[in-house]
C-alpha cells in the first residue's frame, strides 16, 4: 500500500514537471496547467488512502475549500487579478505554517503521554521551524500586498524612523526563538518558543511589505509566490514527504526566476528592492525638470492620430485602474481601419504583477501580434508617429537614461520621447505613483491629455467614429 | 540516512526547476506565476496526513483549517490560471 503511495507521488511529480515546462511557452501553456492539476489531483487522491484519516473533517475541509477557491476563481475580474494571486498565495503560506505546527502539537502531545520521549529530533524541530517561519512571512506579507494592490491600503511605500532596527530586532528574536525551539524540541520551553517564531513570523511579514512601493510589487508578488512554494517544501520536510519537497521546491525555483527576470527589468538587486524603501520620499532626489506640460484637447489629439501612420500604445497601471482595457482594444481598432499599424509595447514590470499588461489585453481581445517587448521596440521608435502613453510613468520616464542622479537611473525604459509626438494620457498634473517626476510630460514632442483614461479614449474612438 | 536522501531530492529538484523555465515570455509571467502557486497548495497532501483519528484535538483542527486554506489554493489557483490561459488562447482565430 505504502508502495502504491509513493508510485503515486512519483507520477504526480513528473506531471507537475511536464505542467511547469508546458507553462513555459505560449502553445502549451494551457494543456501544462491542466497537466499539473491532473498531478495534483493524483497525489490528493492517494493520500486519502492513507489509514486512520478522519474522513469527515479531511473530506468537508476540501469540499469547503473547493467551494470557496471555485467561487473566488469564477467571479474575480481580470483587473482584480493581482490582489486574488496575492491572496490565493498567502493562504498557501498559511497551510504551511499551520503543517509545521500540527506536526509538533502531534509529536509533542505522543510525548506527553511518555510514549516517544525523543520523538521530535532535531532535525526535524528546525524544519518545522522553517515551515512556520516562511509560511508566516508568505501569509502576512501577501496579505498586505493585497491589501496594496487592492486600494484597502495605501499604494504608497510606507517608512518609519528605526524601521531597519525594528525589522532587523524581528528576525533576531525569530532566530533566538528558533535556535531554543530547535536544540530542545522537548523541553517546558519549547512550546513558547514556537509560539513565539510564529506571532514573530507573522509580524515581518507585515514589517517587510510595508516599505515596498507600489511600482516595486512586481518583485514582491513574485518573491512571495517564490516563499510559498519553500513553506510547501519545509512542511515536506517536517513530514517527509517527497512529493511537497519536490513540488515545493520547483515552485520556489520558478518563483525566483521570476523575480529574477523582473529585477532585471528594473536594473535593481533584489536587496534594493527589498530594503531601500523605494518611492516612500517624494521627488527627494533628481533634478527638477524644466519646461511645461503641454495640455491638448481630445479633438486635437484626434486630428493628430488621424494623420499618423505608425502608432504605439504603452500601457501602464493607470490603464488598469480606469479599466480602459476595451476602450484601448477599440482606438487600436478604428485606427487600423484609418491605414495606421498599431501596436502594444508592454514593458516586463508595466502595471503591479509580472505580466499584468498582458492578463488586461488579452482579456480585451487585443490580437497576440500586435504585443511586442521592450527591446523590439525600442530601436525602430523613431519612426513611430505617436505614442500615446496610457497611465504609465517610471517605464517611460527618460531620468532613467539620462540623469544619473534619478533613483530609476538605470532601468530599461521603452523610449517614448523619441517617438514623433507622444500623448501622455494622465489622470492630473501631479508626480506619478512613485513620486517622481517625469521629464517626458515636458518634453517638447508630448502633449497631455488630462482626464480619465478610459473617458480619453472613448473620446478619440467617438471621434473616429463620427467622421 | 533518510534525512540526507530529502535533502538530495530537495537539491536535484531545485536544479530542475531552474533548468525547466529558463526564458518565459512575457505574455506567460501571470499564468506561470498563479500556476506555480496552485502548485504550491500541495501542502494539502501534508494537511490531510495531520488529520488524524490518532491526533490530538488541536492538531485535528489545525490540520482542518490547513486543508481549507490548501484547497482554496489549489482549486483557485488552477481555476484563473485557466482561465487567463483561455483568454489568451482566443487570439489564434
Given amino acids: ?467 | 540516512m533518510e534525512i540526507i536522501l530529502l535533502l538530495f531530492i530537495f537539491v536535484l529538484s531545485g536544479f530542475l526547476g531552474f533548468e525547466l523555465i529558463a526564458k518565459v515570455p512575457s505574455q506567460l509571467h501571470t499564468p506561470l506565476m498563479s500556476g506555480s502557486n496552485a502548485i504550491s497548495g500541495i501542502t494539502v497532501v501534508g494537511a490531510i496526513l495531520a488529520v488524524n483519528t490518532s491526533s490530538d484535538n488541536l492538531s485535528v483542527w489545525l490540520g482542518f483549517a490547513a486543508i481549507v486554506l490548501a484547497t482554496i489554493n489549489v482549486v483557485g489557483g488552477y481555476m484563473v490560471t485557466d482561465r487567463m490561459l483561455g483568454m489568451f488562447k482566443k487570439k489564434g482565430k
Wanted: hydrophobic letters at 50%.
Fill in chain 1, 1 to 467: 500500500m505504502e508502495n502504491l503511495v509513493n508510485l503515486s507521488y512519483i507520477a504526480a511529480a513528473i506531471l507537475f514537471v511536464f505542467g511547469i515546462k508546458m507553462l513555459g511557452h505560449a502553445d502549451t501553456a494551457r494543456k501544462g496547467n491542466q497537466i499539473s492539476s491532473i498531478g495534483m489531483a493524483l497525489a490528493i487522491i492517494v493520500t486519502l488512502l492513507s489509514q486512520g484519516l478522519d474522513y469527515k473533517l479531511v473530506l468537508g475541509g476540501i469540499a469547503v475549500g473547493s467551494v470557496i477557491g471555485f467561487i473566488a476563481a469564477k467571479r474575480v475580474q481580470m483587473t482584480g487579478m493581482p490582489e486574488l494571486v496575492a491572496l490565493f498565495n498567502g493562504f498557501g503560506g498559511l497551510a504551511s505554517l499551520l503543517v509545521g505546527w500540527a506536526e509538533y502539537q502531534r509529536a509533542s502531545h505522543t510525548t506527553l503521554a511518555g510514549l516517544d520521549i525523543a520523538k521530535v529530533e532535531t532535525f526535524t524541530a528546525a524544519v518545522i521551524v522553517l515551515a512556520i517561519l516562511i509560511g508566516g512571512i508568505t501569509f502576512t506579507g501577501s496579505l498586505y500586498a493585497w491589501g496594496k494592490l487592492s486600494g484597502k491600503l495605501g499604494g504608497r511605500a510606507l517608512t518609519f524612523g528605526g524601521q531597519k532596527a525594528f525589522n532587523a530586532l524581528l528576525a533576531l528574536g525569530i532566530i533566538v526563538a528558533g535556535v531554543i525551539f530547535t536544540l530542545a524540541p522537548t523541553a517546558e520551553l519549547a512550546y513558547p518558543m514556537l509560539l513565539a517564531v510564529i506571532v514573530l513570523a507573522l509580524l515581518l511579514g507585515i514589517f517587510a511589505v510595508m516599505p515596498i512601493g507600489g511600482g516595486d510589487m512586481p518583485v514582491v508578488i513574485s518573491l512571495l509566490n517564490s516563499c510559498s512554494g519553500l513553506a510547501a517544501c519545509a512542511a515536506g520536510f517536517v513530514i517527509a514527504n517527497n512529493v511537497l519537497i519536490v513540488a515545493g521546491c520547483l515552485v520556489g525555483a520558478s518563483g525566483l526566476i521570476l523575480t529574477i527576470i523582473m529585477c532585471k527589468a528594473m536594473n535593481r538587486t533584489l536587496v534594493n528592492v527589498l530594503f531601500s524603501g523605494f518611492g516612500a520620499t517624494s521627488q527627494a532626489t533628481g533634478s527638477a525638470s524644466t519646461g511645461e506640460m503641454k495640455p491638448v484637447s481630445v479633438e486635437d489629439a484626434y486630428y493628430i492620430l488621424e494623420a499618423a501612420f505608425n502608432v504605439i500604445v504603452i500601457p501602464g497601471y493607470g490603464m488598469a485602474v480606469a479599466q480602459a482595457q476595451h476602450a484601448v482594444k477599440e482606438l487600436g481598432e478604428v485606427l487600423e481601419a484609418n491605414d495606421c499599424e498599431v501596436r502594444f509595447a508592454i514593458h516586463p514590470v508595466a502595471g503591479r504583477m509580472p505580466g499584468h499588461m498582458n492578463v488586461l489585453l488579452a482579456e480585451a481581445d487585443v490580437p497576440y501580434e500586435q504585443l511586442v517587448e521592450m527591446d523590439d521596440v525600442n530601436p525602430t521608435i523613431e519612426m513611430v508617429d505617436v505614442a500615446i502613453v496610457i497611465g504609465a510613468n517610471d517605464v517611460v520616464n527618460p531620468a532613467a537614461a539620462d540623469d544619473p542622479a534619478s533613483p530609476i537611473y538605470g532601468m530599461p525604459i521603452i523610449n517614448a520621447h523619441k517617438a514623433k509626438t507622444t500623448f501622455c494620457l494622465k489622470r492630473g498634473k501631479g508626480a506619478g505613483f512613485s513620486g517622481l517626476e517625469n521629464a517626458l510630460f515636458t518634453a517638447p514632442n508630448s502633449r497631455m491629455i488630462y482626464g480619465d483614461a478610459k473617458a480619453t479614449v472613448s473620446g478619440l474612438v467617438a471621434q473616429f467614429k463620427d467622421s
